[in-house]
């Protein structure tokens, strides 16, 4: 069974400070990692993705992405209100092209 | 930008129905999907299709089908529809090598009365 696993949250952060978003997934093929967002009543959206260990920053946005330990992270800097949705963190294990997704964690940014 | 494009935003529909929802992208992605979105259980691989007329199971295909007689259309089929098959489903679409992302279409709401 490959599972991925998230913190369901609410996760809370006044704006401004650093939001740390954790996934672990379970099968150790697994190959390329994804973090998509999702607003309430909207369809997910790709924000970031990273296939080597170590750190992928664009933006605000920074992947972490540690094979060995088999987590990866999502930290967004300088939170804003806007950021407030659900972060789902999805992975392919190699020679598939299914995604497995998690549950997703809720953010909620406080002005 | 991959445009992902579901037919309907909202619909509605009786038990009993036999019910489509249509997908179509844009980007010539050999791989199209169906999931179902419900609170707290996360999304729920319905149907994949890897090629024209060609399809794949899911982890939750029981009272679904879905047809591809072309590449850009993926649908799905409800054959007989019934009030727990109310949900978000969504279509995304991934190009053929390995590893690419998955892009949404904006979802639609089904409701089954």
């Known amino acids: 069974q490959k599972e991925v696993e998230q913190n369901s949250g609410p996760l809370s952060v006044p704006e401004g400070a650093i939001a740390s978003l954790n996934c672990t997934y379970s099968?150790?093929?697994?190959?390329?990692f994804f973090w998509y967002r999702q607003y309430s009543g909207k369809s997910p959206e790709l924000i970031m993705f990273?296939?080597?260990?170590g750190d992928k920053e664009d933006g605000r946005f920074t992947a972490q992405l540690n094979k060995a330990s088999q987590y990866v992270s999502l930290l967004i800097r300088d939170s804003q209100p806007s950021d407030s949705a659900t972060y789902l963190c999805?992975?392919?294990?190699?020679?598939?092209?299914?995604?497995?997704f998690g549950t997703g964690t809720r953010l909620t940014v406080i002005p | 930008d991959v445009k992902v494009t579901q037919s309907s935003r909202y619909l509605v529909k009786r038990t009993g129905e036999k019910v489509f929802l249509e997908c179509v992208q844009d980007?010539?992605?050999?791989?199209m999907f169906w999931y179902r979105q419900d609170p707290g259980l996360g999304l729920r691989l319905i149907y994949f299709?890897?090629?024209?007329?060609?399809?794949e199971k899911g982890d939750i295909p029981e009272g679904y089908s879905v047809s591809r007689e072309k590449k850009e259309r993926f649908s799905l089929i409800l054959e007989s529809a019934s009030t727990n098959q109310t949900s978000m489903y969504l279509c995304?679409?991934?190009?053929?090598?390995?590893?690419?992302?998955?892009?949404f279409g904006d979802g639609t709401r089904l409701s089954i009365l």
């Open positions: 995304a679409s991934s190009s053929f090598y390995e590893s690419q992302p998955q892009h």
């Open positions: 999805a992975v392919i294990v190699d020679g598939a092209n299914n995604l497995f």
């Open positions: 990273i296939y080597s260990n």
């Open positions: 299709s890897y090629d024209v007329k060609m399809k």
């Open positions: 980007m010539d992605h050999e791989n």
């Open positions: 099968d150790r093929g697994s190959q390329s």
